[in-house]
C-alpha cells in the first residue's frame, strides 16, 4: 500500500497529467472540426475551451462541486459541537481549520474538496450529524481530513469538472451527429455524413472514457489509506467502522449524487436499482466496505 507521503506525490503528478490529457482532446477535436468544415474557428473554440475549463478545474473545481451538491457553509455559532470535533481533529493531524459545508440530504455521507490544505473544504450531510454518535462523527471527519493531507482533493475535484465537460461534448456530439446526418442524406453526400457518423461513434464511447479516467485516477487504495490515516489520528478505528457500517446500510436516496461526483463521497451514495445499473458501476471507484470495516477492526486487535 502506498504511504501518505508517495500517494501526495503521486495525486499531483496525475492532477497535471489529467488536465494535460483534456487539453490535448479538446484541441483534437477542434482539428477534426477545423479539417472537415475548412474553418479556424473552431480550433480556436477549442483552444479557449480548453485552456477556461483547465483553469476553472484548478482554481474553482471546489466550488463547482460545491454548487453541484448544493452545501452550504456553516459557520461556528450554528454549530459549535461541529466545529470543535473538527478543530480537534485538524491539531492531531497537524493541518489547518477547513470549511465547512452541510448538504440538506438525509443520507448519512461525507467528502472533502478544496485546491490544497489552506483551501480545504469538508461537507457531511445533515444525515451524518442526525443518525451517527460522536466517535462515528469523529472517524469519518478524520477520514476526510486524511484525503486533505494526501492531497486527494484536487485531484478528485478537477476529475469531477473534467469528466463534466466530456460528457457534455459526448452528448452534443451526438446530438450533432444525427442532424447532419439527416441533412447529408437530403443531399446524397455521403462522404460528409460518414465523417459525423464518426462523430456520433467517438461521442458513444466518450462516457464509458470518462468513467475509465475516473478509475485511472481515483484509485481505490486511497480509501484505505484515507480509513488506516483517519484511524490513526482519532486513535480509534471502531468508530469508523461503525461509521462506514451505519453509512452504507441507510437507504436513503442522496439526490445531489451523480456519476461524476459519487467518487467524492466516503461511501458509494447510490442505494438500490441504482446502485446496481450497469452505467453506475462503470463509474465505481469505492472498495467495497466489508473489506474497508475488517481491515479496520484489523488495527484494533
Given at each position: 500500500?502506498?504511504?501518505?507521503?508517495?500517494?501526495?506525490?503521486?495525486n499531483?503528478?496525475?492532477?497535471?497529467?489529467?488536465?494535460?490529457?483534456?487539453?490535448?482532446?479538446?484541441?483534437?477535436?477542434?482539428?477534426?472540426?477545423?479539417?472537415?468544415?475548412?474553418?479556424?474557428?473552431?480550433?480556436?473554440?477549442?483552444?479557449i475551451?480548453?485552456?477556461?475549463q483547465?483553469?476553472?478545474?484548478?482554481?474553482?473545481?471546489?466550488?463547482?462541486?460545491?454548487?453541484?451538491?448544493?452545501?452550504k457553509?456553516?459557520?461556528?455559532?450554528?454549530?459549535?459541537?461541529?466545529?470543535?470535533?473538527?478543530?480537534?481533529?485538524?491539531?492531531?493531524?497537524?493541518?489547518?481549520?477547513?470549511?465547512?459545508?452541510?448538504i440538506?440530504e438525509?443520507?448519512?455521507?461525507a467528502?472533502?474538496?478544496?485546491?490544497?490544505?489552506e483551501?480545504?473544504v469538508?461537507a457531511v450531510t445533515?444525515?451524518?450529524?442526525e443518525?451517527?454518535?460522536k466517535?462515528?462523527?469523529?472517524g469519518?471527519?478524520?477520514?476526510?481530513?486524511?484525503?486533505?493531507?494526501?492531497?486527494?482533493?484536487?485531484?478528485?475535484?478537477?476529475?469531477?469538472?473534467?469528466?463534466?465537460?466530456?460528457?457534455?461534448?459526448?452528448n452534443?456530439?451526438?446530438?450533432?451527429?444525427?442532424f447532419t446526418?439527416?441533412?447529408k442524406?437530403?443531399?446524397k453526400?455521403?462522404?460528409?455524413a460518414?465523417?459525423?457518423?464518426l462523430?456520433?461513434?467517438?461521442?458513444?464511447?466518450?462516457?464509458p472514457?470518462?468513467?475509465?479516467?475516473?478509475?485511472?485516477a481515483?484509485?481505490?487504495?486511497?480509501?484505505?489509506?484515507?480509513?488506516?490515516t483517519?484511524?490513526?489520528?482519532?486513535?480509534?478505528?471502531?468508530?469508523?467502522?461503525?461509521?462506514?457500517?451505519?453509512?452504507s446500510s441507510?437507504?436513503?436516496?442522496?439526490?445531489?449524487?451523480?456519476?461524476?461526483?459519487?467518487?467524492?463521497f466516503?461511501?458509494?451514495?447510490?442505494?438500490?436499482?441504482?446502485?446496481?445499473?450497469?452505467?453506475?458501476?462503470?463509474f465505481?471507484?469505492?472498495?467495497?466496505?466489508?473489506?474497508?470495516i475488517?481491515?479496520?477492526?484489523?488495527?484494533?486487535?
Open positions: 500500500m502506498p504511504t501518505l507521503y508517495t500517494l501526495a506525490e503521486t499531483s503528478k496525475k492532477t497535471i497529467f489529467l488536465i494535460s490529457i483534456f487539453i490535448l482532446l479538446i484541441l483534437f477535436f477542434g482539428w477534426l472540426f477545423d479539417h472537415f468544415f475548412g474553418s479556424r474557428f473552431f480550433l480556436y473554440l477549442a483552444f475551451l480548453a485552456i477556461s483547465s483553469f476553472l478545474s484548478y482554481w474553482y473545481s471546489d466550488k463547482i462541486v460545491l454548487a453541484m451538491t448544493r452545501a457553509e456553516v459557520k461556528r455559532e450554528e454549530n459549535l459541537e461541529l466545529y470543535r470535533i473538527v478543530e480537534n481533529l485538524c491539531i492531531g493531524a497537524g493541518l489547518p481549520l477547513p470549511k465547512i459545508y452541510i440538506d438525509e443520507q448519512p455521507n467528502f472533502a474538496t478544496g485546491r490544497d490544505k483551501h480545504a469538508v445533515r444525515g451524518l450529524l443518525k451517527l454518535e466517535t462515528e462523527l469523529e469519518v471527519i478524520a477520514h476526510e481530513l486524511s484525503h486533505i493531507g494526501n492531497r486527494d482533493i484536487l485531484l478528485q475535484s478537477v476529475v469531477v469538472v473534467l469528466v463534466a465537460v466530456i460528457g457534455l461534448l459526448s452534443w456530439f451526438l446530438r450533432m451527429s444525427r446526418t439527416l441533412r442524406r437530403e443531399k453526400e455521403e462522404r460528409g460518414l465523417i459525423f457518423l462523430f456520433g461513434i467517438l461521442a458513444a464511447i466518450l462516457a472514457l470518462a468513467a475509465q479516467i475516473i478509475r485511472f481515483i484509485s481505490r487504495k486511497r480509501e484505505f489509506l484515507a480509513d488506516a483517519g484511524a490513526l489520528i482519532t486513535r480509534y478505528p471502531e468508530g469508523l467502522a461503525r461509521a462506514l457500517e451505519k453509512i441507510d437507504q436513503s436516496q442522496l439526490k445531489v449524487a451523480s456519476n461524476f461526483n459519487a467518487h467524492l466516503i461511501v458509494n451514495p447510490f442505494r438500490g436499482e441504482a446502485k446496481e445499473s450497469w452505467f453506475a458501476k462503470l465505481m471507484t469505492h472498495p467495497p466496505v466489508e473489506e474497508r475488517k481491515a479496520l477492526r484489523e488495527m484494533s486487535l
